[in-house]
């Protein structure tokens, strides 16, 4: 796995009982990490791109191991391209 797992795909900044003029709790929500965000878009052009060869899959596991693995290593490829 990738150290760097780009932070936050969709970070959201909530703000707890604020009200009349009183100070809230801040916490910010992470959700899904931006590498996992760029690994399902790769997954997603792997897919389309291999339909036919996709059918031919015995087992999720065949699945998982070939589009899975190639979809990561293309997200921390994306990850080490945005650190330049």
Do not use: C
């Not at 795909?9 to 590498?35: C, D, F, N």
């Not at 965000?37 to 596991?61: K, T, Y």
């Amino acid at each position: 796995m990738s150290k760097n797992d780009g932070g936050p795909a969709y970070p959201q900044k909530y703000v707890y009982g604020q009200g009349g003029g009183g100070v809230g709790t801040e916490q910010i929500a992470t959700g899904m990490s931006l590498r996992d965000w760029f690994a399902g878009q790769a997954m997603m052009g792997l897919i389309s791109a291999d339909v036919v060869a996709a059918s031919d899959f015995r087992s999720p596991e065949d699945f998982e191991r070939i589009h899975s693995l190639a979809a990561y290593r293309m997200a921390d490829a994306m990850l080490k391209e945005r650190e330049k």
